[in-house]
C-alpha cells in the first residue's frame, strides 16, 4: 500500500475537519499533520473556530493520523500555550 498525500489549494483547502495537509507513516496509523490553529477569542466556547488558513497560523502535528483539530486534546493545549504567552508578555502588549 503506497503513502498519499492530501495538500488542498486555493478555496477547498481545508476540508471539513480543518486539516490542511495529511501525510501518513508506513504503518498508517500516525501521521503528520497540518492545521489552522484555533481563533484565541473562541478558545473558551462551546464550540471553538479554528483560524482562517491564510492566517499563516498553522500548526504542525505529528501523532495518530485521527486527532482532531478541534478536539478536547487540542483545544486544551492550545489555551495551555495562550496562558503561557499571556504570563510571558508584558501588561499592555
Not at 492530501?6 to 500516525?30: C, E, F, K, R, Y
Not at 473562541?42 to 497560523?57: A, N, Q
Request: with cysteine; aromatic share 6%; net charge negative.
Amino acid at each position: 500500500m503506497g503513502v498519499g498525500v492530501v495538500l488542498l489549494t486555493g478555496a477547498n483547502l481545508w476540508s471539513a475537519d480543518g486539516v490542511i495537509s495529511s501525510v501518513p507513516d508506513a504503518s498508517g496509523t500516525h501521521c503528520a499533520l497540518r492545521f489552522p490553529a484555533i481563533r484565541e477569542d473562541t478558545l473558551y466556547w462551546d464550540r471553538p473556530v479554528l483560524k482562517h488558513p491564510e492566517s499563516g497560523d498553522i500548526i504542525s502535528y505529528y501523532g495518530l493520523c485521527n486527532h482532531d483539530p478541534l478536539g478536547k486534546l487540542e483545544i486544551s493545549r492550545q489555551r495551555d500555550q495562550l496562558q503561557i504567552r499571556r504570563r510571558r508578555l508584558p501588561e499592555g502588549e
